[in-house]
């Protein structure tokens, strides 16, 4: 039997845990035990706990209790926490989802003291070094010794940046095995989609009619961060909503709250409209259920980018790139930054648009038991 860890931090990666952690506890339970850590980077109750509850997660076997803080100030206590955890537990490889500081903090403790690092989500690209996320996922990949893309875009990048595809088990740190694999969130989306509907009440309860509102998150430090940036896009929105007298559901991150909050005209400009529905952050079951009812979804996340997709939705992107161009070249997603004439213009577009196309891009569902066989047979 082998150990892992795995390391959690934010609320995307609760969410990619459930389908390790699943497909382990019904298909390797003789073959792998998990350890999970969680940093605590993510310590609101809205953002954390609530997903262990409700997606059946094992509770945090250690919790760091990280909290906010500056870059440089969360990542280098983090590292800390996670090397003493490694030198006690000794598994036989460190698991770290996607691109937060929870998981470049994981992957640098770990290679520094020789524990394999496995990276789901790998490959991904947006092309953009400003955003914090690009340098810890490339960081991250160049500390692994496993990584599994959930895209064929992501695994062709990998080996543009040198990982060699040929390479042959056993894999290590200078013999990287690179995958394509499927994406564990669609696992996810496939597994829950039924049960969040049995579970949930959020669309009664907000007096929402189906196919007749607007899905809205935002929550990227440049759109909450920059009072420009925020005030564009919430004023658009706005706008859009009264145009066409059209509700708009907002589960507010606690981040974007606090900045609205200082903004005090744009927020009493939106209370004032009885068709902006301001939420507690969501969890995973209502944003679903929100997600599959819903007529449009606007977002700056990437991981609702792809459950847009996956429940055949359409999709306004706020960020001037995105790491999911499959989304946009399918025509399911349109960039728009926080541009007013290309945000209402990409409403326009996606609004009459009615020949949307979802390809397989995101594998059958079974991605974290691929990944888990994988683990098995090289550790």
């Known amino acids: 039997m082998i150990k892992i860890l795995s390391v959690i931090g934010a609320r995307p990666q609760i969410i990619k845990a459930a389908a390790l952690s699943r497909a382990i506890k019904t298909h390797f339970k003789d073959k792998i035990r998990e350890i ?13 706990e609530v997903f262990f509850k409700e997606m059946g997660i094992p509770s945090p076997d250690v919790n760091l209790n990280i909290g906010s803080g500056s870059h440089g100030k969360q990542t280098s206590t983090m590292i800390e926490g996670i090397e003493n955890v490694l030198l006690k537990e000794k598994p036989d490889c460190l698991v770290v989802y996607g691109d937060t500081n929870s998981t470049l903090a994981a992957a640098v403790a770990a290679v520094k003291i020789h524990v394999p690092v496995v990276h789901i989500e790998a490959g991904l690209r947006s092309f953009n070094k400003v955003m914090p996320e690009e340098i810890n996922r490339i960081a991250c990949d160049h500390c692994s010794t496993l990584l599994f ?68 998150t935002v929550h990227r430090n440049n759109n909450t961060d920059e009072p420009a ?28 709250l606090k ?3 200082q903004n005090k005209d744009l927020q009493k400009k939106l209370q004032s409209n009885k068709l902006f529905h301001f939420i507690p952050p969501a969890s995973f ?41 499959e989304l946009l070249e399918c025509g399911n997603s349109i960039l728009a930054d926080v541009d007013s004439l290309k945000i209402k213009e990409a409403f326009k577009s996606l609004s009459g648009k009615s020949d949307f196309k979802y390809p397989p891009i995101f594998g059958d569902g079974k991605a974290a038991e691929f990944i888990c066989n994988e683990m098995v047979r090289n550790f």
């Open 285 to 325: 079951f209502e944003m679903l259920e929100l997600e599959k009812n819903c007529k449009m979804v606007i977002t700056d996340s990437g991981g609702v980018q792809k459950e847009a997709f996956f429940l055949h939705k359409p999709c306004i992107v706020l960020r001037p790139e995105t790491e999911w161009v």
């Open 149 to 216: 893309s959930p895209t064929k875009t992501g695994y062709n990048n990998l080996v543009r940046e040198g990982f060699n595809p040929s390479n042959k088990s056993p894999f290590s740190l200078n013999h990287p095995g690179i995958y394509h694999c499927g994406d564990v969130m669609f696992d996810n989306t496939l597994y829950f989609s039924d049960i969040a509907s049995k579970q949930t009440d959020i669309i009664s309860r907000l007096g929402l009619k189906v196919g007749e509102f607007v899905l809205l």
């Open 259 to 261: 900045m609205l909050e």
């Open 36 to 48: 999970i850590l969680h940093t605590g980077q993510h310590y609101d109750n809205n953002m954390s």
């Open 229 to 256: 940036r925020l005030n564009n896009i919430l004023g658009t929105l706005n706008d859009l909503s009264l145009q066409h007298s059209l509700a708009f559901v907002f589960p507010i991150h606690p981040r974007t």
